[in-house]
């Protein structure tokens, strides 16, 4: 999940542009079901996978 999150991640403007938060969406649902775990239609579980994302990228130590 994470690299395929920082694959998504990895443009500057990437959690205002709607196009790759649709896609991050769409491979994260993918990801899920690969992993045997039951759809989700909320998205507040999305919400707070990009919630979480952006608080990694601003208090990450490159």
């Not at 990895?10 to 959690?15: A, G, H, L, R």
């Amino acid at each position: 999940m994470k690299k395929l999150i920082d694959e998504k991640a990895k443009y500057t403007d990437w959690n205002k542009r709607d196009d790759i938060r649709a896609e991050l969406q769409f491979d994260l649902m993918v990801l899920l079901d690969e992993w045997g775990y039951q759809p989700v239609d909320s998205k507040e579980v999305y919400k707070e996978i990009f919630e979480q994302t952006e608080n990694f990228k601003k208090h990450r130590v490159v």
